[in-house]
């Protein structure tokens, strides 16, 4: 309707400004987003007038997108991470995705909470929670888990606070919260789009991706967000009719594997409806992680962390100038940013010493590069188009004393290795959304969505969630 002129990008930006007012700030209150751009209705207006003078400005344009708060935006939004160390941070420049978001059209809505610096604070942190922006809570159920770390940009999406989102992913930050929250999330090839301006992780596994209501959607977003010479690599992915012909993987050993009864029922009932519609599968595709290989995943994000947030730390225009200070900061205003959790994972990554450390180089060893070889073997030997795992278990209740209370994950296999992977909503269990993951190769990043759409089209539409489902007029 924007493209054809239907619909006015001021109009647009007005609806999802009041569906943020009525369902995240009021209603049922899912808290997803953590600031709204000030800016919007005036972006929004200058669209309109460059529409009426040449026509849509980019393949976005009037398209609504929330950002999550740890994404740089040249602007008088904060680029916080969800912390009150960084809540007057505002960057000098676009992260290069925000730059390709502007020239494609697109109004930046507002900002997503997010789990506090990406959930890499604490091993005993609760997902969905910053001290800046306090809780976010589940679309299907408010009571439970967002999960993290890109909580808020994927509950925007499930909410229809707005029509995209994106995320950052390190290990499973887009994939939980996509999966949990009943949307489609995209954890690209590694290098596929930039990480410049994002606040780090681990530069080895860090990516930001979409977060959409479909896999059309998500691939929409991430022709945009993707560096054009990383997407000139991309092979070839004409539009799939069928799953005639195509192999998947069955992956069998993930994280969780035999926790859920129901999980394990609802996978090889969709195992089973792919192999009817045409799928060749390959059961299992075993041995490709191992206890060694998580383990030295861990020891590498502690290392990169303290590199890349010092990095980053000594740009900021107002906060801390690096890990030791910000750690100084959250020791001294404990009981507003240290009320549930602490900073456990802050204090190991400090004790690091730099890159070229040899105990550094041993990890990379044994977990990005063992994992990459062990994925590629697998694909070539068994002629391989996808892995494909659980995602997920139903989301966990909310405890501030517990923690998460993670039951089913495989985002490791894409996290670590680099390769890409698509999370999609199949079905719900006891209530909660339950989605799967598509592992691929790497720069096949767009044949994966057309298994995706495929995927999509086999399952029919995904319920909505309840608060969303009784409130009228939902875009």
């Known amino acids: 309707m924007l493209a054809r002129g239907e619909a006015s990008a001021e109009r647009v930006t007005e609806v999802f400004l009041g569906r943020i007012a009525t369902l995240d700030d009021a209603g049922p209150a899912f808290n997803a987003i953590i600031e709204v751009n000030p800016d919007a209705l005036a972006i929004a207006r200058e669209l309109d007038r460059r529409f009426a003078a040449s026509g849509a400005v980019g393949p976005l344009h009037g398209v609504p997108v929330v950002l999550k708060a740890s994404i740089d935006t040249a602007d008088r939004m ?40 990406a959930n890499f604070r604490s091993f005993g ?48 930050s887009i994939a939980c ?8 999330g995209v954890k690209p090839t590694h290098g596929l789009v930039s ?28 022709e945009t967000l993707a560096d054009p010479v990383a997407l000139a690599r991309q092979a070839p992915a004409a539009p799939l009719a069928s799953f005639a012909g195509l192999r998947l993987g069955v992956v069998r050993d993930y994280a969780g594997a035999g926790s859920d009864a129901e999980v394990d029922a609802a996978y090889q009932a969709w195992l089973e409806r792919l192999r009817s519609a045409g799928v060749e599968l390959v059961d299992p595709v075993a041995g490709l992680a191992d206890g060694e290989t998580r383990a030295a995943e861990l020891e590498v994000l502690l290392y ?33 940013v240290m009320p549930h959790f602490g900073q456990d994972i802050f204090l190991a990554a400090q004790r690091k010493g730099p890159l070229t450390d040899n105990a550094y180089v041993r990890a990379l060893n ?4 063992r994992l990459r070889a062990r994925l590629a073997e697998a694909f070539d030997r068994h002629r391989l188009d996808a892995l494909v795992a659980p995602a997920n278990g139903p989301a966990w209740p909310i405890d501030y004393t517990a923690g998460d ?18 999370v999609v909503p199949a079905t719900l269990v006891r209530g909660l959304p339950v989605a799967f993951a598509f592992v691929g190769k790497p720069n096949a990043d767009m044949r994966l969505l057309e298994i995706a759409v495929l995927f999509e089209r086999l399952r029919g539409e995904f319920p909505l969630p309840p608060h969303v489902q009784s409130t009228a007029g939902s875009p």
Do not use: M
Not at 177 to 184: E, F, K, L, S, T
Not at 305 to 323: C, H, Q
């Open 177 to 184: 919260p996509a999966a949990v929250n009943g949307v489609v």
């Open 304 to 336: 990169e962390f303290k590199d890349g947030i010092d990095r980053y730390l000594s740009t900021v225009t107002a906060g801390p100038r690096s890990l030791a200070e910000l750690i100084r900061f959250n020791d001294e205003h404990a009981a507003e």
């Open 78 to 117: 904060a680029t916080s991470a969800g912390s009150l160390a960084l809540a007057r941070h505002y960057a000098r420049h676009d992260a290069p995705l925000v730059a390709r978001l502007r020239a494609a059209g697109a109004v930046l809505l507002a900002k997503a909470n997010l789990s506090e610096w």
């Open 195 to 222: 990480t410049e301006g994002i606040v780090p992780v681990a530069a080895s596994q860090d990516t930001a991706g979409p977060l959409a209501r479909t896999a059309a959607d998500a691939r929409l977003l991430l």
């Open 125 to 172: 942190s609760t997902s969905g929670w910053s001290s800046l922006g306090g809780q976010t809570r589940n679309a299907y159920a408010l009571d439970r888990s967002p999960c993290g770390s890109s909580s808020g940009s994927a509950v925007a999406v499930a909410a229809r606070l707005a029509p995209l989102a994106v995320g950052t992913e390190t290990d499973g």
């Open 405 to 422: 209370a993670v039951t089913v994950a495989s985002s490791y296999l894409a996290a670590v290795s680099g390769f890409p992977s698509i």
């Open 366 to 369: 044994a977990s990005r590069y």
